[in-house]
């Protein structure tokens, strides 16, 4: 697996494994069993990097990804982040956000207990609280650092000044938001802060929620308890009509003898040498798909005309729900 770097020196995987969806978010947990030994797998391919939260569950995939990665913790970065309002004693989610100092270093020390570690690799604040100033945030990580706790800083869904007046105060060694063909928006908000401070991107959903994969079209249900059943984007209308989007990037594919999925993943990488994207899946046969997009190197006229087909497209939907809208910082 080839590898890259986040920030000044926090080297990866080129992909990483996104763990949310083993646990949450898309209906039902997988098999506990399973899933530890598909990222026991992972492990065994190269993949070094590795994605969880508190508030998945919540711990329930903090636990899972720290049982997996117990006896290789050495050789693999494990990312995690604080910021929901999540009781510490129940695991309760109280609704909202909550980045309050104090919160923050209660959060940590629940999640060094279930990754079964001395120390986090990477440390995001999930969602910008608009109720403690960030430098506070910052100040907060920073003690952990100086502590051993944690080694680096990270963001998500974070707008471009919030993420210059953190990285004054502690380096930012990546943002973590959505990015990939479907949802280019970061290209104008974000792309060149990054590139300015020197600051990795982590692209969530890089298969759009699992879109781009092909295996989705507007007669697909979800399980009553995946989030999709609540976004805009994924009504059976619109799915129907940015269908379109997919077609294009099948038609490419069979071109490249590669899946959708493959082209998606190696249209990021090929954006910028510090993007690492971390798609989620719960089957090794995906996981190896997935792995391959790396090995696919796209030509200069492969990516114009990538964009030029996605930029014809106009995609339908929000991608978020109106009430999740409203914790995204611009």
């Known amino acids: 697996m080839k590898q890259r ?10 992909i990483g494994l996104g763990c949310m969806g083993m646990s949450f978010g898309y209906g039902p947990a997988a098999d506990r069993a399973e899933m530890i030994t598909l990222i026991r797998a992972a492990v065994a391919r190269g993949v070094t990097f590795f994605d969880t939260a508190e508030v ?39 609704g909202g956000v909550n980045s309050k100092p104090d919160h923050i270093r209660v959060a940590v020390e ?15 604040q999930h969602r910008v609280d608009p109720n403690v100033p960030i430098e506070d945030v910052a100040g907060a990580v ?24 953190a990285h004054a105060i502690q380096p930012v060694a990546a943002l973590q938001s959505e990015y990939s063909l479907w949802w280019r928006e970061p290209e104008q908000s974000v792309m060149s802060t990054l590139e300015e401070l ?22 697909t249900t979800f399980d009553k308890g995946d989030f999709r059943n609540t976004v805009p984007r994924f009504t059976p209308e619109n799915r129907q009509a940015n269908l379109a989007l997919v077609e294009l990037l099948t038609q490419i594919a069979g071109r490249l003898k590669a899946t959708p999925a493959q082209i998606a993943l190696a249209w990021l990488l090929a954006q910028k040498p ?17 792995l391959g997009g790396a090995d696919i190197t796209l030509t200069a006229d492969d990516l114009r005309e990538l964009d030029r087909l996605a930029k014809a497209v106009t995609i339908q939907g929000e991608r978020y729900s109106e009430s999740a809208q409203r914790f995204i910082d611009r």
């Open 5 to 14: 770097t986040l920030g000044r020196d926090l080297g990866v995987s080129a």
């Open 56 to 94: 998945y569950g919540p711990f329930t995939n903090e636990e899972l990804v720290g049982e997996a990665l117990s006896s290789c913790r050495k050789d693999v970065v494990i990312a995690t982040k604080f910021g929901w309002d999540v009781a510490p004693e129940t695991g309760k989610h109280l």
């Open 110 to 124: 629940g999640s060094l207990k279930r990754l079964k570690t001395h120390y986090i690799d990477l440390l995001y």
């Open 142 to 165: 920073k003690e952990l650092i100086r502590e051993g706790k944690v080694k680096h800083f990270g963001l998500s869904e974070a707008g471009a000044t919030t993420i210059r007046r």
């Open 198 to 219: 020197g600051i990795g991107f982590v692209p969530f959903s890089p298969l759009g929620k699992g879109f781009l994969t092909g295996k989705i079209d507007q007669t």
């Open 274 to 290: 510090w993007i690492v994207p971390i798609p989620g899946t719960t089957k090794l046969h995906r996981l190896e798909e997935n």
